[in-house]
């Protein structure tokens, strides 16, 4: 794993607030050349540090207005495959993990309304092969949505 140099870390940080700033931009507030900063942007994608850009779209404005996080036990057989495919399947569901505890798998979906996601939960996410149950906690609010970067450990701090 490459490390992470303050440089680095402020060009990440900058993008982590608005993906959308130009290179040029973000030189000119770092006191760098645009050169320097379009090499740094091209060395952390190569390494994978960097992955995309991406858009963020409040849900509410699109009609989701349920967050819903659904922990599926599953009977955890040769069948998990099949079952990490269908899920994926299901364009409703934003985020899927294996984790530990209770539940074998947490999902994260949204839907319309509570009646659909009771459709979800009942038609089609109960219907999957290897699931035995799942329990489901709907949001009532967002207290944090993070969308700037926490960089690990390996990255260069700020100077104390």
Request: charged share 30%; net charge positive.
């Amino acid at each position: 794993m490459e490390k992470l140099d303050e440089l680095d870390v402020q060009i990440l940080q900058k993008l982590g607030k608005n993906a959308r700033r130009s290179f040029l931009g973000i030189a000119r507030e770092l006191k760098i050349s645009g050169a320097t900063v379009h090499e740094r942007i091209e060395k952390l994608k190569e390494s994978g540090v960097l992955e995309g850009f991406f858009i963020r779209i409040n849900p509410k404005k699109t009609g989701r207005l349920v967050t819903g996080f659904v922990g599926l036990i599953t009977s955890q057989n040769k069948g998990l495959r099949q079952l990490i495919e269908e899920v994926r399947k299901i364009k409703e569901i934003e985020e899927a993990y294996t984790v530990t505890g209770k539940y074998d798998f947490l999902l994260k979906l949204r839907a319309t309304d509570i009646d659909e996601l009771q459709s979800l939960l009942t038609d089609r996410i109960s219907c999957i092969p290897g699931v035995i149950r799942h329990e489901t906690m709907i949001a009532m609010t967002t207290i944090l949505d993070r969308t700037e970067p926490l960089l690990g450990t390996n990255a260069a701090g700020p100077k104390a």
